[in-house]
């Protein structure tokens, strides 16, 4: 240690101040890292943070502070500089690294340095710069010595010779080299350590919510026991079929409670606080504005409202283009503000907090909004409307045309907003999470733009209808209500079915004529629903998206359920007005339909409907 | 390698690729899905999309009877099941007798990797990797007629 620096205690009282505070903020921008591992502002500051930590520790000669801190600043310089990725192996290194900074420093304050085993540490950091690379199955069988490196360079040879391709495992087998178990293992071994390169998928949880799982399986764990010994008691005769009924009713009761109680507790700890994503808006909105040469007062609320992992990796891409294009479209520059009577300084508002079952995130800006006529022009000029159905758009639903692909009122896409992200990746990207994305905006006043999102990934309270022989499930946030409709209340307009309910005129879809499909064994030709034209009354459900409403025909009310949907998969997510399935209590899969896929279906086939002769409308 | 039965015709497909081999069940049809798609189906749980081979093969469709299964197979990362008309048994078909594919005439070449020949049998090996891969090109262009 430097003599006179170490007799200079206030020095070193600076010192351990900030590079304390300095590893409290790398903390959380490590953890916030493991949500955004691409977010280069993340990585910078805590590159800084650490290139720091040396600097200032190299001067007052703590020596082993200056060496690991060294060593995990090169690891990530090379992050930051894209020489290799943000994998588990590093992130460990890291983060380990951190910790072991934190203790030093301690010891520094307590009194000392201590002596240090930093080899192992310090080799992992230098490990993490070297690119990842799964050995090969030859190497891996070497390394346990199913056969010599000698054997492995004879056969590798030979099938470099041979004129089909031939599988190394395969070859080793049939030479009686080594065993199909022995290859089974080396290749899964091998997957392994292809996976583990993968990016992190570790989660830091907070114990109180892993603490609050264990209770409830606990709880399961007892019920599960209660089941057990009642059908013992039952089998064994001294439990008579009435109070079988009875405990059985019982223990379902508390089966539905801790399974309800299991499924909450389990998505929760899967949850983080928005401020993961929200943090580094501050600086982008700072950065942004000053290029645009604008004034902006940013407000963000409601921090800490928690959200699944996966949802805030996702809704960052689409929340920083909407900032940029409050920024860039939005809000005025101060000049302009102040002839136009507003303050000089713009605001821009970012508001998260949780309603009922749903996330809610608002952005909002005090500038120029967006004018219904130059969205109106554009949907025109690019063949999206005719003049007709534009007459009968409410301004609402003409600012919705936004939200289609290859829809942009900037003549030239700048820097800043056209990166490829357009509205219509906004709106994909919130389907993709269940969500839905609003845009309220009056001309001169500014913009709001509202996302919705649930609160839960998978699960759903449906309404369950029944249509012809098929069940489907309705997602019930879209559902603004039900109705026992008459035959009289259903008109046709322009060959378009309509029905009226308490005045208002709603778009009246039938499932079968979306769904029309040659080899649906439920098809039925025609236009009548299936019990045929013996009833007088049938049901509507009325659905709601946004400001859109539509009536979809339906057999029967079958009840409401709480249900986990689940993707259809890769071959079938082409279907538009289906959201993915469910399987329902007795094993059957029914199909969880989309609203606003089934809007925007009945609105092609209208379309098409109308105007046969005009070009088709990709909507 | 798990022999089994289409439309008169025998094919094999490596056993370490079969999931399971269940019963024809109630099958789930999704409206606009691509032709071959037989429906979903819900499998302990989990929903996979069952694929009638008859006719991604083109061939007519027959109805099911007491020897149709199907045959569930993990492809590309998905877990899938095709509709086959009875499946044999579980065989071992030596590397030399297997050839590569010959002209056949209802099934296109790219499926097939090769043909074997056990007793006087003449099984067709079935690549479902390549199936697949261009089923899933086909169902891409549904979406956009």
């Given at each position: 240690m430097n003599e006179e620096l170490s007799q200079d205690s206030s020095l070193i009282q600076d010192f351990l101040v900030e590079c304390e505070e300095l590893l409290q903020g790398m903390d959380q921008d490590m953890v916030a890292l493991e949500s955004s591992p691409q977010d280069s502002e993340l990585l910078n500051r805590i590159f800084r943070a650490m290139h720091t930590i040396k600097g200032t520790s190299s001067f007052l000669g703590f020596e082993p502070v200056v060496r690991l801190s060294h060593c995990a600043e090169d690891v990530l310089n090379a992050v930051r500089r894209g020489e290799i990725q943000l994998r588990r192996r590093a992130m460990d290194a890291l983060l380990a690294s951190r910790d072991q900074?934190?203790?030093?420093?301690?010891?520094?304050?307590q009194g000392g340095l201590q002596e240090y085993k930093l080899d192992s540490l310090l080799q992992e950091l230098e490990d993490a710069?070297?690119?990842?690379?799964?050995?090969?199955?030859?190497?891996?069988?070497?390394?346990?010595?199913?056969?010599?490196?000698?054997?492995?360079?004879?056969?590798?040879?030979?099938?470099a010779a041979s004129p089909e391709p031939r599988k190394l495992g395969q070859m080793l087998v049939e030479k009686g080299l080594s065993s199909p178990l022995q290859i089974g293992d080396a290749l899964a071994r091998q997957k392994e350590i292809a996976?583990?390169?993968?990016?992190?998928?570790?989660?830091?949880?907070?114990?109180?919510?892993?603490?609050?799982?264990?209770?409830l399986i606990g709880e399961l764990v007892l019920e599960r026991n209660r089941l057990v010994q009642l059908g013992r008691d039952f089998s064994s005769g001294s439990l008579a079929a009435g109070d079988l009924n009875s405990f059985l009713g019982q223990s379902t009761a508390r089966l539905s409670f801790i399974t309800d109680e299991l499924q909450a507790a389990g998505l929760k700890t899967r949850m983080i606080p928005i401020e993961a994503v929200f943090r580094k808006f501050p600086r982008l909105v700072r950065d942004v504005a000053h290029n645009l040469l604008k004034e902006v007062e940013l407000v963000i609320r409601g921090q800490e409202t928690e959200l699944d992992k996966t949802m805030v990796e996702l809704i960052g891409d689409p929340l920083v283009h909407l900032i940029r294009n409050a920024l860039d479209h939005g809000l005025e520059t101060p000049e302009v503000r102040v002839q136009?009577?507003?303050?000089?300084?713009?605001?821009?508002?970012?508001?998260?907090?949780?309603?009922?079952?749903?996330?809610?995130?608002?952005?909002?800006?005090?500038?120029?909004?967006?004018?219904?006529?130059?969205?109106?022009?554009?949907?025109?000029?690019?063949?999206?409307?005719?003049?007709?159905?534009?007459?009968?758009?409410?301004?609402?639903?003409?600012?919705?045309?936004?939200?289609?692909?290859?829809?942009?009122?900037v003549e030239k896409a700048s820097d800043l907003s056209g990166r490829g992200?357009?509205?219509?990746?906004?709106?994909?990207?919130?389907?993709?999470?269940?969500?839905?994305?609003?845009?309220?905006?009056?001309?001169?006043?500014?913009?709001?733009?509202?996302?919705?999102?649930?609160?839960?990934l998978a699960i759903l309270p449906v309404l369950l209808v029944r249509v012809a022989d098929e069940i489907y499930a309705l997602p019930l946030r879209s559902v603004v209500e039900t109705a026992q409709i008459q035959r009289q209340n259903i008109h046709c307009i322009e060959g378009a079915e309509v029905l009226c309910l308490r005045g208002e005129t709603l778009p009246l879809i039938r499932l079968q004529q979306l769904f029309e499909d040659k080899t649906t064994r439920s098809a039925v030709a025609g236009n009548e629903p299936s019990r045929g034209a013996r009833e007088q009354s049938w049901k509507a459900v009325i659905l709601g998206i946004a400001e859109k409403r539509i009536a979809l025909l339906v057999d029967h009310l079958l009840g409401q359920e709480s249900t986990v949907v689940k993707p259809l998969g890769s071959y079938l997510h082409h279907c538009p007005s289906v959201a993915g399935a469910t399987v329902s209590g007795d094993g059957r899969v029914r199909l969880v339909l989309d609203p606003a896929g089934l809007i925007t279906a009945s609105e092609a086939l209208d379309y098409d409907r109308r105007s046969s002769a005009a070009p088709k409308v990709s909507a | 390698m798990v022999g089994f039965h289409v439309g008169g015709e025998e094919f094999a497909l490596d056993v370490l690729r079969v999931q399971e081999i269940i019963r024809l069940q109630e099958l789930t049809r999704v409206p606009n899905s691509p032709e071959?798609?037989?429906?979903?189906?819900?499998?302990?749980?989990?929903?996979?999309?069952?694929?009638?081979?008859?006719?991604?093969?083109?061939?007519?469709?027959?109805?099911?009877?007491?020897?149709?299964?199907?045959?569930?197979?993990?492809?590309?990362g998905t877990v899938l099941g095709f509709v086959v008309d009875s499946v044999s048994e579980v065989l071992r078909i030596s590397a030399d007798t297997v050839e590569p594919p010959p002209r056949l005439g209802k099934v296109e070449r790219e499926y097939?990797?090769?043909?074997?020949?056990l007793d006087d049998r003449l099984l067709i090996l079935l690549d479902v990797d390549r199936l697949m891969a261009e089923s899933g090109e086909m169902s891409a262009t549904t979406a956009l007629a």
């Open positions: 900074l934190g203790l030093m420093l301690q010891h520094i304050r710069q070297k690119p990842e690379v799964a050995p090969s199955l030859g190497e891996l069988l070497v390394r346990d010595q199913v056969i010599t490196p000698t054997t492995l360079k004879a056969v590798l040879a030979e099938q996976a583990s390169a993968a990016p992190s998928a570790t989660l830091r949880v907070e114990a109180r919510k892993l603490d609050e799982l264990i209770n136009s009577g507003k303050s000089r300084q713009g605001s821009i508002v970012i508001a998260a907090s949780q309603e009922g079952d749903q996330i809610v995130i608002k952005i909002s800006d005090d500038g120029a909004g967006i004018n219904p006529e130059r969205i109106a022009e554009k949907a025109l000029e690019k063949g999206l409307v005719t003049p007709e159905r534009l007459r009968q758009l409410s301004p609402g639903e003409i600012l919705d045309f936004i939200f289609l692909p290859g829809f942009s009122t992200v357009g509205m219509d990746v906004v709106r994909s990207n919130l389907k993709k999470m269940n969500g839905t994305v609003e845009i309220d905006s009056r001309p001169s006043q500014g913009t709001t733009i509202l996302l919705r999102l649930p609160l839960t | 071959f798609m037989e429906g979903v189906m819900n499998l302990r749980g989990k929903i996979i999309p069952v694929i009638a081979l008859r006719k991604r093969f083109g061939l007519d469709l027959v109805p099911p009877d007491k020897q149709t299964r199907i045959v569930v197979v993990e492809v590309n097939v990797s090769g043909v074997g020949k």
